[in-house]
Each structure stands twice: as C-alpha cells, then as structure tokens.
C-alpha cells in the first residue's frame, strides 16, 4: 500500500464524507494534499468536518432530487473543476434489516433513491465537469461504493443489496459509454467495514472482525490512482 502520497492539484468530491468510508476518505484525501468537497446532510457534522480537514462542507441530501444540482454547482465552484468523483453515500432502506416480504416499498424506494438514482443524478450532473478534465488530460474518474450484498443474496438486504446490484451494473455500462469521453466508473466493494451504516445493520457485530474504514479507504485511494492517467499519477507525485 502506498504512503506518503502528494495528491496536490487533485480535485475530488466525496459523498457521505462525515462518518464511516466517506469521513476516512476525506481526512486521507485532504492529508495528502488533494482539494476535497464533501457532501453530507447534516450541518453541524459538515461544518465539523470542513473545520478538521480544510476540506469544503456542501450540505445536501444525494437521495433528493432538488439537492442534485446545488450540490454539483458548489463541487465546481468550490474546486474549480472534478478530476474524481466518489458516490460513496448509502441508505440500507428498512431499519433494523428486514425480510423483502415485511419491506415497506417506500423503504425499498429510499435504498434506490440514495443508493442508485442519487449517485445517478450526481454523475449525470457533474459529467461535464468531469468530461473537460478528462480533455485537459487530467483525468476523469468516477467511483461508485458497492458491496458484497450486490452479488450475494443475504436475507435481509434486499433493499440495499437489490440497490448495490443496481448500481454495479449501471457503473459497468456507463463506463462503456463514456470511453469516448475519456471518463473511467468503477464500482468498488470496501468489504465489512467498522461503521455506523454496518452498526445500524448489524448491531450485534464484532467490530474486531471488521476492517477499519481508514484501511479500505487507503485501498480505494491507490485503486484510484491505477485507474487514473500516468500524466495526472505523475502530477500527484505517486508513480516513479
């Protein structure tokens, strides 16, 4: 694993960036030197975070579609630009996990609306921004959190995992199509991970037996350095 990495000049967009994967990536994103806006819904935490990190605070809610839009102009402005976008925001819809049979559709529909139209909406809105850095030859990078519940079928996931499966699937063809465009989306799994959202799932969890979410998020920063340009890994100081 890499360390030491000089990620200035970088610009990357995080949601779900005040707890769990979304926080740890932030804080390491931000360290190595890279200029990070960050998404999340709660103001306080946004602005306890932005004030740790130096990273920008963007209040909004991924899986509302009126929030898209502001959200997208506030990544741009603040950044002046997105080399790389991480849709890491997630919702396991039903509270504790239920049985597809007992979900509520409203609860099935907030796991879509979060997990898959809002990183949809968000990566349609910024595909522009994301197109001419890929033309400027910095790259052009879109990664979306997936997980082993979108390929296993667990009892009790099936609003979040039937979302995850979604969402890899959606990644997988739009990264056909956007070749054109010079843009990369990836779906990537973090494994079981030491977090509130697997807390909220699994309360009853040993939080020994999971990885910690500084761990995975150090994974997903050098798997987004392989999958960026040499041209944009050389800029951030990371290939020899």
């Known amino acids: 694993m890499q360390t030491n990495i000089d990620l200035q000049g970088l610009r990357v967009a995080v949601t779900g960036g005040t707890s769990g994967l979304g926080l740890a990536l932030v804080r390491q994103l931000a360290e190595q030197g890279a200029s990070v806006a960050f998404v999340a819904r709660t103001t306080a935490d946004v602005e306890r975070i932005a004030d740790e990190t ?70 349609k809105a910024l595909f522009g921004a994301l197109a001419v850095s890929a033309r400027e030859g910095r790259g052009a990078l879109v990664i979306n959190i997936s997980s082993d519940a979108a390929v296993n079928a667990y009892p009790g996931w099936g609003a979040y995992g039937a979302s995850k499966a979604a969402l890899a699937h959606l990644t997988a063809i739009w990264d056909e199509e956007a070749k054109a465009d010079g843009i990369r989306l ?55």
């Open 54 to 123: 130096g990273a920008h605070g963007i209040v909004g809610d991924v899986g509302k579609k009126e929030d898209i839009y502001p959200i997208a102009l506030q990544v741009t402005a603040s950044l002046g630009g997105l080399d790389v976008l991480i849709n890491n925001a997630s919702s396991l819809g039903p509270v504790p996990l239920a049985l597809l049979a007992d979900t509520e559709c409203e609860e099935l529909e907030k796991a879509l609306a979060v997990n898959l139209v809002g990183a949809f909406r968000l990566t």
């Open 186 to 240: 990836l779906a990537l799994d973090p494994g079981d991970m030491d977090t509130p959202l697997h807390a909220l799932a699994l309360p009853d969890a040993d939080p020994s037996t999971l990885k910690r979410p500084e761990v995975a998020a150090a994974e997903i920063i050098e798997k987004m350095l392989d999958a960026l340009p040499v041209s944009t890994a050389a800029l951030a100081g990371t290939r020899g």
